[in-house]
């Protein structure tokens, strides 16, 4: 028998879960996912949680610091798995979480939430240790292309893992998008997880990364503009795409914000008070494909 609020509490202790529990908490998960739309609709106050990476004792600071669940909204903008050693304990805690508390936290899909890069930036590797074979992983990243691909507070905020997309003009383009498969290696869905803002350039511009684009704040400013309907003449765009060694932000124009989140995990901020200006320390970014 599948006793969610029993495996909740083992997981917030560091237990490994069992293959059937994974099995049936991605069911859960999933059914819950198949009927929610591409943009996730998020009321502030909710606490913005940029790249977690497997660090799972940081996740548990997080929580101790910002707020527990069920008294605090999270949204999660992605990359939950790879680099870090605990990255089964980290998505498990996150989809327990998500299936018991559904309107008080949302996970985003991140550019690692995929089957190449997972095989390439640790995930795998700790599933068939863990577990002695690719079980766990599979129901993983099968319930990775259910996740949600953007979300939007208060009709204010727009949040994605990556950026923008060149081929994705408004929020009803967005949410026509067929996201339920593996992240392709170019396209709108590529773009919106691998893009980066560059403030020094206008426009979409070729991206080192293999994958997705950089953009200015020209751009940012026209999608915001665009769909001025949704969003309001007080309108932003969050990220949380990078890998760094603390807390911070990156701007991109007055109007986008990269929150991240990493290592070390004070001080952070949440979506009622104005993001840190302090400058992150960036490791180099993965390759758009994995071999």
């Not at 020209?218 to 969050?238: E, H, K």
Request: charged share 20%; glycine share 8%.
């Amino acid at each position: 028998m599948f006793d969610l609020d029993y495996l909740i509490n083992r997981l917030l202790k560091g237990n490994l879960p069992s293959l059937s529990e994974v099995t049936e908490a991605c069911f859960r998960l999933k059914e819950i996912l198949m009927v929610a739309p591409n943009v996730a609709e998020v009321c502030a106050p909710v606490t913005v949680v940029g790249d977690i990476h497997g660090q799972f004792y940081d996740l548990i600071e997080l929580f101790e610091v910002g707020g527990s669940i069920p008294d605090t909204n999270y949204l999660f903008l992605g990359d939950y798995v790879d680099r870090g050693h605990h990255s089964i304990q980290t998505i498990s805690l996150l989809v327990c979480f998500c299936i018991r508390y559904p309107k008080r936290i949302t996970l985003l899909r991140g550019n690692h939430e995929t089957r190449q890069i997972t095989q390439v930036y640790g995930f795998y590797s700790e599933c068939v240790q863990c577990y002695g074979d690719a079980e766990v992983w599979r129901e993983f990243t099968d319930l990775f292309d259910f996740l949600q691909i953007a979300a939007v507070i208060d009709g204010r905020v727009f949040c994605v893992h990556g950026g923008l997309s060149p081929a994705i003009q408004t929020l009803e383009q967005l949410a026509s998008l067929d996201r339920y498969h593996e992240l392709p290696s170019d396209g709108a869905l590529a773009d919106l997880l691998w893009s980066d803002p560059d403030p020094a350039r206008e426009g979409f511009n070729a991206s080192s990364r293999g994958a997705g684009f950089t953009f200015g704040a020209d751009i940012v400013r026209r999608f915001l503009q665009l769909n001025s309907t949704c969003f309001g003449p007080t309108s932003s765009a969050w990220r949380g795409t990078r890998c760094c060694s603390r807390t911070g932000s990156r701007r991109c124009g007055p109007r986008q914000t990269t929150a991240t989140v990493a290592a070390t995990w004070r001080p952070f901020w949440s979506s009622t008070r104005t993001s840190p200006s302090s400058s992150t320390s960036s490791a180099p970014p993965p390759p758009a494909r994995a071999p």
